[in-house]
């Protein structure tokens, strides 16, 4: 339990030293950005994930298998819209592959953007989901999804992929002591699913009440303030700027 807490704080509040310095406090925020957004388009835009792409890839087969509650076209949408900001993010990594700080400011600044549209979107829907409604906001934070899991798969944190975590669940087990295994960061492991879990209550609640907008305002705030605490951090004598995974 103790290395579990430690491991936890650590993740939470890095120390100068630590190889990714402050890009896990960060990515956690990304990983509650991730349950916002998806809690929205399962919930709200016909069960259709934007940042899951496993459950798009099985929802496509139920819809053609003939499953009338599923749509075919949303999930390609968003497939398409998601490798498309996943293009982008591998364009972003290339330019910035020298330094981290900036990849992530500059990818969080273009979510940013992203979000914005989807929240003025479904503030002028008045909660209404037109077709053009679900179309707009499928694609455009199916683009913010990509690019964000591009770029975090670039900038290489252990465990904190910010949109998948059937491996860290995996691991969780897996490496665990009663499995024969050492336990690496299980701290930051259940820090990301509990990130997950969080953005996804908070989203579903809100939604579920009619909210459409707010977990797409506070998945725009928070997109926000990575974007300012990357740009404060990157000091250029970091060394966690440089480091490679």
């Known amino acids: 339990m103790r290395r579990l807490l430690t491991d936890a704080f650590r993740t939470l509040v890095p120390r100068g030293e630590e190889r990714h310095g402050p890009l896990p406090p960060l990515m956690l925020v990304l990983t509650v950005v991730t349950g916002l957004v998806d809690a929205v388009s399962y919930l709200a835009l016909g069960h259709v994930f934007v940042a899951n792409m496993t459950g798009n890839v099985v929802f496509l087969g139920f819809a053609l298998a003939g499953d009338e509650s599923l749509s075919a076209l949303a999930s390609v949408v968003a497939m398409a819209a998601f490798l498309l900001g996943a293009l982008a993010g591998g364009r972003l990594a290339t330019a910035f592959a020298t330094h981290r700080g900036h990849l992530l400011r500059s990818a969080a600044a273009v979510q ?22 679900q179309y707009t906001l499928i694609v455009f934070l199916g683009i913010a999804m990509g690019l964000q899991n591009a770029v975090a798969r670039r900038l290489g944190v252990p465990d904190l992929t910010t949109t998948v975590l059937t491996l860290t669940l995996t691991g969780l087990a897996a490496d665990s002591t009663p499995a024969g295994g050492e336990a690496p960061r299980p701290g930051r492991r259940i820090l990301s699913v509990l990130a997950m879990f969080l953005g996804a209550l908070v989203g579903a609640q809100l939604v579920l009440h009619g909210h459409l907008a707010l977990p797409l305002v506070l998945a725009l705030a928070l997109l926000a303030l990575t974007t300012v605490a990357a740009h404060r951090v990157s000091t250029p004598d970091a060394a966690w700027i440089r480091s490679r995974p």
């Not at 914005?116 to 077709?131: E, F, I, K, P, W």
């Open 112 to 133: 940013t953007v992203l979000i914005a549209v989807t929240v003025v979107a479904a503030a002028l829907s008045d909660g209404r989901v037109t077709t053009g409604v």
